[in-house]
């Protein structure tokens, strides 16, 4: 069965670093790929989606990559502020519009 | 725009009880799709539609029902409610075509609790 891997629970890291993170996806064949941002008690908000032809995305301090050889996805918030601590998902879509596949989060927290 | 609107925010159920979760969107946007959201983990897709009179089930259907008959509005029933159904309920949009197609908007969400 479809199986999507977010790098542990928790990632804690001092601000100005770069954080990365990852998804992991098994038994898939995605079209492309989402990234979302959440909030405590909020609905996701959109980031950056990625498709399978392309390799790298960027948009402002945000980086996403995709190597569907590997299955897996990386992104990447560089100089991080503590008001980009959230949690992250990442979501996978086959060919078939409007089905969307979860991971299950990465919770960020960047320290002062 | 508005954009995903749910009603209720909040709502406590006793098992057995049926209610019906609203979602509506003014973006005109073709697909509509539920997930729910249980404590530390990801979003499960429980229905989806790509427009008006079409929907089709998620990995979660079971206990749900769902219709479209207007490209705006998207409800979800709960049948007879079980413990099990108590969670966070969230409706997303998007739009087909065009340059910013797959982005997908979520509403704010429902937080159910069945007793």
């Known amino acids: 069965s479809q199986k999507i891997e977010q790098n542990s629970e928790a990632l804690n890291i001092q601000e100005g670093k770069t954080a990365t993170l990852t998804c992991n996806y098994t038994?898939?064949?995605?079209?492309?790929l989402q990234w979302y941002r959440q909030d405590p008690g909020r609905g996701p908000v959109f980031l950056l989606l990625i498709r399978e032809n392309e390799k790298e995305k960027r948009k402002e301090r945000l980086k996403v990559t995709f190597d569907t050889t590997l299955k897996q996805s990386l992104f990447h918030i560089t100089a991080s502020q503590p008001a980009d601590s959230a949690t992250y998902l990442c979501?996978?879509?086959?060919?078939?519009?409007?089905?969307?596949?979860f991971g299950d989060g990465t919770t960020l927290t960047v320290k002062p | 725009n508005a954009g995903v609107t749910q009603t209720p925010k909040f709502q406590v159920l006793k098992t057995g009880q049926s209610m019906t979760l609203q979602c509506a969107q003014d973006?005109?946007?073709?697909?509509m799709s539920w997930y729910r959201q249980d404590p530390g983990m990801g979003l499960r897709l429980i229905h989806y539609?790509?427009?008006?009179?079409?929907?089709d089930q998620g990995e979660v259907p079971n206990g749900y029902n769902v219709s479209r008959s207007t490209t705006e509005d998207f409800p979800l029933r709960l049948l007879s409610a079980a413990p099990s159904q108590t969670s966070v309920y969230f409706c997303?949009?998007?739009?087909?075509?065009?340059?910013?197609?797959?982005?997908?908007?979520f509403g704010p969400g429902t937080r159910l609790t069945v007793l």
């Open positions: 539609s790509v427009g008006a009179g079409i929907t």
């Open positions: 979501a996978l879509d086959g060919i078939r519009a409007g089905k969307s596949t």
């Open positions: 038994n898939y064949s995605p079209a492309y």
């Open positions: 973006m005109n946007h073709e697909y």
């Open positions: 997303a949009s998007r739009d087909r075509g065009g340059p910013s197609t797959d982005t997908q908007y």
